[in-house]
């Protein structure tokens, strides 16, 4: 099993910035890849980062240029920097760890962005 607990998410404004944090613990050994993704209402989930065991990077199109993923292998923290924040960015974020065949879920923070 792996445990994920994300924090730092709140409110701001739009232009703003915010540090997404998640704390992997648990069996994280052989992890394939850990990402962020979201899912504001009404809408489905969907990736917004992606980090593989190799350190290659995939992001949506949404955070391109704005957000970067990252990991500390020593905290075993992975975190999802987000800057320029807009509005549609209010979702709550959920971290993933995929460990093949099984992937594992954190209980999400949530972002809102004020205009």
């Known amino acids: 099993q792996v445990q994920l607990v994300e924090s730092g998410g709140g409110l701001v404004q739009a232009g703003g910035s915010l540090r997404l944090s998640c704390a992997a613990s648990g069996s994280i050994f052989s992890i394939n890849a850990m990402g962020w993704y979201r899912q504001a209402p009404g809408k489905q989930r969907e990736l917004v980062a992606l980090?593989?065991?190799?350190?290659?990077?995939n992001y949506a199109d949404s955070a391109k240029g704005r957000f970067t993923i990252s990991r500390d292998n020593a905290k075993n923290t992975l975190y999802l920097q987000m800057n320029s924040l807009k509005p549609e960015d209010t979702a709550v974020y959920y971290c993933n760890a995929k460990r093949y065949p099984r992937s594992y879920w954190g209980q999400g923070t949530q972002v809102t962005v004020s205009s």
């Open positions: 980090l593989n065991s190799s350190g290659t990077t």
